[in-house]
Structures are given as C-alpha cells and as structure tokens.
C-alpha cells in the first residue's frame, strides 16, 4: 500500500507544471550562475598572479620595508565560485608597514552595474529559489487533495494516515530535489571541463557536506509546507500563508538579527578606538624622541653610522610598541564584536536559511571563520616585517652598506581543514527544525477533517 501512495504521489508531482517549471529554473538559473562565477574566478586567478609579481618587483625596486611596506594579497578559494561569502571581491590586497594598520585597497575599477546585479551564487539560489519552488511543491499538498475531493476517496479505503503522510513527503521532496540535484551536477561538470579551475580533494569533501544541508534545508521547508496544509482547508488559503512566512522566515528575521543584537550588545564606537589609537601614537612618537634626545646627551661622540643604527633600533622599538598597543585595543574590541556576532547568529536562527548560510559558508571557506583566521595573521606579520625592515636599517648602518631585504619574511595564509569548519551546531539545528516541521504536520494531519 505504501508503495502505491508513494508511487501516486511522485507520478502526479512528475507530471505536473510545476515540476517543468522547476527543471526549466534550475537548470537555467544553475548553468548560468556557474558560467559567470567561473568567468569571474579565471579574470579574478589571473589578477592574482600578476598582483604577486607586480608586488614583489615593487618590493624588490623600493628596497625599502619600512617606508612603502609590502602589499600581500589572500590566495583565492575556488569555492567562491559557489559560495562568494563575506568577501564579494575574489581577490583580497592588504597593505602592510610599520607605521600604520593592516589596511586593504579599494577596488573602484570596472564596469559598476555588475555590483547592482550580482551573479546569483548556490547560496542565494538554493536559500530564496529553492525554498520558493519547496512551498510551491508542497502548499496543496493535503488542503489541494481535500478541494479537489480526492483525499476523501482515498481515506475512505481505510489507509492508515501515517503511511499517506509519509508517502506525499517523500514523493514530493523527491519531486522536488530531482531538478536540484540534477542542475548542480551539470554545473560541475561545466566547472570540472573549465581548464582555470582546479577543485582539491578537501574541495569536492566540502561540496558533499554543503549539498547535505542544503537538502536539510529544503527539506525543512517541505515539511513546514505540509504543515501549513495540514492546518488549512484550501489551497488558496495555504499558499497565503506560507508566503507570508516565507518572508518572516527568509527575509525578515536574518535581516532583522544583527540590528537587534547591535542593540542588545553593543560595542565601542569607531570614533573613540580611533582617539585612543591617536593619543598613544602620539605618546610614543613623544617617548621615542625623548629616549633618542637622552641617548645623543648620553653619548654625543658616536659616530654616525651608531646614531643612525641607534636611531633604526628605537623606531623599531617604538613601532612594535605600538603595534602592540594596537592589537590589545583591536583584540578588545573583537571580543565585544564576536559577542555581538554571536548573540546575532543565535536570534537568526530561529530561521533555518540562516543555519543553512552558515553551515555552507564555513564548510566553503568563505565565512566569518577562515575570514577572521586571515584577519589575526596580518598584525604577527607586521612585527615581523617591522622587525626585520628595521634590521636591515641597523645592519646597513653599523656596516656603511645598502640595505639589504632578501629573504625577507613571507606572508603565508592556508585554509583551515575542513574537519574543523563543520558547522555542527547549524546543522543539528536544521535537524531539529525537519522533526518539528514534520511532527507538526503528522499530528495536524491525524486530526484533519478530510470531509
């Protein structure tokens, strides 16, 4: 009996418009996202490559890596071809000296309209596309049955409830994920025959774990779908009412979250950090020349190459001083930031598109994770780059000689493994919200009125 229901229930979802509709979407909205993410990721790898040798020649010309510092640039992650994450720009240049702050370029060239329409990445289509075409293979799903008089013949056969419940959710998910499944697969192969992108191992791991939550995702709204029309009479009356929480769920609450934890958790202003950056600058800029003023009364004889060495030694100092001073302030505030972060992660979700972001973002690489890893590497790096821009200044000076940075340090950034970016959290809570969707409609369903 159960194989009949199932097979009634699939074979309807199968023939029906909806299903055309969704292979048409998905293979169109799949195909030529990929193409244009792939374009964009080999136009973005070639201007990586030339940015890494355009910054070592200027490196190298300058000769210099306390004045002009060294620009380094994040290795790019292929898998922003599905997930573009936080960082909408591929390619990522930060410019690091003694002086100032880690600080990243602007990129104002290119054709502007293309940042009014971005291409749509797997995110945004399996987070607002699919869950749409999720609510449209499932809102009539038992209120339909009742108006068109079906669900009445067929409950009157004596078919145990359970089993007809079971057997429209799956039939209809799988209606539903078919064109899903079927649409990713061809755009990796338009990705695998594209000779620029090259997928690791750790890559295609990610892709697998991304497409199971993606399939918890959907799968949740499936069921709150059947839900909503086991609590219904009509279709027309379900469909209205998954809509409108269709938005609260996807739309409204994601949104919502971060404004209301930044009101609820708030953090220090921008303002002030920068005037207490700015008055310990100049507190040392004061100490430093008031150690090198007693240094010269100490020892006015020196010769100069000393006074200059000297002179290198206790800007280094000072820089490395105030480097530190920078990091406790930065790290202050990153603790009330991370809070704020997470306060807003908890209230989103209440929604499960959130959990789903999350989950995908961090397995890809392209989340608030292996972001703020790259983040915490650039300050070590600037006490190494001003330690060793300094000493090559001594050594130049106490040997009357140029200065010399070969084998200056290298700024290296790997992504995490991807065991340790596996959102366990996000994705028990996709679970959780797949039983009580699921619960909901089978109890609804028990107690529906099929008459």
């Not at 869950?131 to 449209?136: G, K, N, P, R, Y």
């Not at 990091?327 to 306060?343: M, P, S, V």
Request: aromatic share 12%.
């Amino acid at each position: 009996m159960f194989f009949l229901l199932f097979r009634k229930e699939l074979l309807e979802q199968l023939l029906s418009l909806r299903f055309a509709m969704a292979c048409i979407i998905c293979l169109v909205v799949v195909l030529s996202s990929t193409w244009v993410l792939t374009k964009e990721y080999k136009e973005s790898l070639a201007d990586y490559r030339t940015n890494i040798v355009l910054h070592k020649n200027e490196i190298e010309e300058s000769n210099d890596l306390v004045g002009d510092g060294i620009k380094i640039d994040k290795p790019l992650n292929p898998m922003q071809i599905f997930f573009k994450g936080l960082d909408q720009e591929l390619t990522a240049t930060a410019t690091i000296n003694a002086q100032s702050e880690p600080h990243f370029e602007a990129n104002y060239e290119g054709n502007p309209v293309g940042l009014l329409f971005p291409p749509i990445d797997l995110l945004f289509f399996i987070g607002i596309v699919m869950s749409l075409l999720a609510i449209a293979f499932s809102y009539d799903a038992v209120a339909g049955e009742k108006e068109l008089g079906t669900l009445k013949l067929l409950m009157s056969y004596s078919v145990p409830r359970d089993l007809v419940l079971l057997a429209k959710w799956i039939g209809g998910y799988l209606a539903l994920v078919a064109p899903f499944l079927v649409a990713v697969l061809c755009g990796l192969v338009v990705l695998v025959l594209s000779p620029t992108v090259e997928l690791r191992s750790q890559d295609w791991g990610a892709l697998g774990l991304i497409m199971f939550c993606a399939l918890l995702y959907l799968a949740a709204i499936y069921s709150l779908g059947i839900f909503v029309s086991t609590r219904t009479q009509l279709a027309s009356t379900s469909i209205t009412v998954l809509l409108m929480v269709w938005v609260l769920v996807v739309l409204v609450v994601p949104n919502t979250a971060p404004y209301l934890a930044a009101q609820l958790h708030p953090v220090r202003d921008f303002v002030l950090i920068d005037k207490e950056k700015y008055q310990i600058e100049q507190e040392e800029e004061q100490r430093f020349h008031e150690a090198w003023r007693e240094w010269r009364e100490k020892k006015p004889d020196s010769p100069n190459n000393v006074r200059r060495s000297t002179w290198s030694a206790f800007r280094r100092d000072q820089y490395l001083r105030l480097s530190d001073h920078h990091d406790k302030i930065n790290d202050q505030f990153r603790k009330q930031l991370d809070g704020q972060i997470r306060l807003g992660q908890y209230l989103s979700r209440i929604s499960p598109l959130s959990s789903f972001a999350y989950a995908a973002s961090d397995l890809a690489g392209t989340g608030i994770q292996d972001r703020n890893r790259f983040l915490d590497l650039l300050p070590e790096y600037r006490r190494e780059i001003t330690t060793f821009g300094y000493q090559t200044y001594i050594d130049a000076n106490l040997n009357q000689t140029e200065p010399n940075i070969e084998g200056y340090p290298k700024f290296t950034f790997a992504e995490s493994p991807l065991s340790n970016r596996i959102a366990w959290v996000d994705i028990l809570f996709l679970g959780m919200w797949n039983i009580l969707f699921f619960m909901g409609a089978y109890l609804s369903f028990l107690r529906y009125d099929v008459k």
